[in-house]
């Protein structure tokens, strides 16, 4: 380990990990409130104005409040301001949305024409009566897609599940601010993937350090240059690993929450516009905890993967280049329409980095005759994978030629 934090290399990736880190906070904490004169604010103070706004309508999402939400909704289209064709009086208009905005784009997603489609204007036809198809909404669109534009995407037991996941989620939904989540997902997958590569860059050189300074065969030839020392590398890289990923991902959790809020943490994953679709019914806390947990069994498996060719090729120039292959080649193949390369995508590591994101897609796989999302298979597929890295590079570097 002090041989990796010694190099200047390393202290300048932490250096440029920590400026990136501290972009991304910025980015996620970049969050504008409309005050009543139709003036975008931004701070601390326009977080709290929003927060205030939209905790006013928290509570049970049932008939009557989404009866309220769009009865509220209409008073404000009817204002002069709302149909008003000058800019400045329209952000006044949309200044009094802004605490039902929320709840308003989930109407817009449950009363869409098409699954896939959108209109940001749908909530505004909407009438206090068509609240109670709600719910029902949701359902009947997935069950149009499948039996349509989805028809030959999955198969007939497939298509079961996913009804069934739909028909399971419980109603009405819990519904509070959760604008301090919603900005924290949307860019913490940037924050795991740059933590990643960074950390291939470190752990690129711990198996290939002795042959790039030509001193192998004295590390060999030491009483416990086979054994204990090969046993020092892997711990090395765990540690490494262990103490930068977790640091770097709570302080952006931590800087994030505390400034927008970790309101919402028991709200289910639905009553958020981006989570709407998904069939996986789980909580917001449940899908951090899912996001972080995995992307720290992607950062595990693509390190161990990253030392492995280390030691197999005695290069860290070849080892670096493995975690953006796996990180970013799949983004070139996802452009392929077919489902078995689909099939294939879903499974690799790179989804466990991006698990925020992976729970909105339907990757489903049959595993013991049942249909399972990928989301399960990922996390257990790649920590056995991990752990087995573990005997694997052992083996590969105990037997190393001297050269």
């Not at 590398?233 to 929450?257: E, F």
Request: glycine letters at 6%; proline letters at 2%; one cysteine or more.
């Amino acid at each position: 380990m002090k041989k990796v934090f010694a190099k200047a290399g390393t202290k300048i990736a932490v250096i440029v990990l920590l400026a990136i880190l501290g972009v991304t906070c910025g980015f996620a904490m970049d969050v504008s409130y409309v005050n009543e004169n139709g003036e975008a604010e931004n701070g601390y103070a326009a977080v709290r104005q929003l927060r205030e706004k939209q905790k006013e309508w928290s509570g049970i999402l049932d008939e009557e409040k989404l009866q309220k939400v769009i009865e509220e909704n209409q008073r404000i289209s009817a204002t002069p301001q709302a149909k008003s064709k000058d800019y400045k009086e329209n952000n006044i208009a949309f200044s009094w949305r802004q605490g039902i905005s929320e709840i308003r784009e989930l109407l817009n997603a449950s009363f869409m024409d098409e699954f896939r489609s959108y209109d940001y204007y749908k909530a505004d036809t909407l009438m206090a009566s068509d609240a109670s198809a709600f719910y029902e909404n949701r359902t009947v669109l997935l069950k149009e897609w499948l039996s349509n534009e989805a028809k030959h995407q999955f198969s007939d037991v497939e298509k079961q599940y996913l009804v069934q996941k739909y028909e399971a989620l419980k109603i009405p939904l819990l519904y509070d601010y959760i604008g301090g989540w919603t900005q924290l997902f949307e860019y913490v997958s940037t924050v795991i993937i740059i933590t990643t590569l960074v950390l291939g860059y470190l752990v690129a050189g711990i198996f290939s350090s002795e042959f790039g300074w030509k001193s192998d065969a004295i590390f060999f030839t030491t009483v416990h240059g086979r054994n204990k020392a090969v046993v020092a590398k892997i711990k090395a890289g765990i540690s490494i690993v262990t103490m930068i990923y977790w640091p770097v991902i709570l302080l952006y959790s931590g800087i994030v929450l505390l400034y927008l809020g970790a309101d919402g943490a028991v709200c289910p994953v639905q009553a958020d516009m981006v989570g709407w679709k998904c069939f996986y019914n789980i909580q917001v806390w449940q899908k951090y905890l899912l996001t972080v947990v995995g992307g720290y069994i992607g950062c595990l498996f693509i390190s161990f993967l990253t030392m492995l060719v280390s030691a197999k090729t005695k290069s860290a120039v070849v080892a670096v280049m493995l975690p953006f292959i796996l990180i970013f080649i799949p983004s070139f193949l996802g452009n392929i329409e077919s489902p078995v390369i689909n099939k294939v995508l879903g499974l690799l590591p790179d989804r466990l980095l991006q698990i925020s994101t992976a729970l909105g897609y339907f990757d489903l796989y049959k595993v013991g005759g049942k249909v399972i999302g990928a989301i399960p298979i990922l996390l257990v597929l790649y920590s056995v994978l991990t752990i087995l890295h573990v005997p694997i590079i052992y083996q590969e570097y105990q037997h190393k030629q001297i050269n």
